[in-house]
């Protein structure tokens, strides 16, 4: 599957803890394999059509698949930021 990683989520995922990083990490390397996103653990279809969540620990990311690319938003709930 084709990633596309949106700039303002790098920034986001470079203040959070270097554990959650490579939790993060794991996950994309998955992504990358695979053909459709709910075929990895954590990543659930949400209402909305295309769009997808991601659960690490308590933290969730945000996810759209457009022209066969999965698009990696933003965090919707970052359990590192007040």
């Known amino acids: 599957m084709v990633i596309y990683v949106e ?6 995922l470079q203040k959070c803890p270097s ?5 993060f990490r794991v996950a994309y390397q ?5 053909d459709s996103p709910t ?3 954590n990543i659930h ?3 909305a059509k295309n769009y997808y969540k ?4 308590e933290s969730r990311i945000g996810m759209k ?18």
């Not at 700039?7 to 986001?12: A, W």
């Not at 991601?54 to 620990?57: A, E, N, S």
């Not at 698949?65 to 007040?82: E, G, R």
């Open 7 to 12: 700039e303002f989520f790098i920034e986001q």
């Open 19 to 23: 554990s959650f990083q490579q939790k």
């Open 30 to 34: 998955q992504l990358k394999v695979v």
């Open 39 to 41: 075929d990895v653990k």
């Open 45 to 47: 279809s949400t209402s």
């Open 54 to 57: 991601l659960y690490i620990d």
């Open 65 to 82: 698949v457009k022209d066969s690319t999965l698009h990696i938003l933003c965090f919707l709930y970052n359990q590192y930021f007040d």
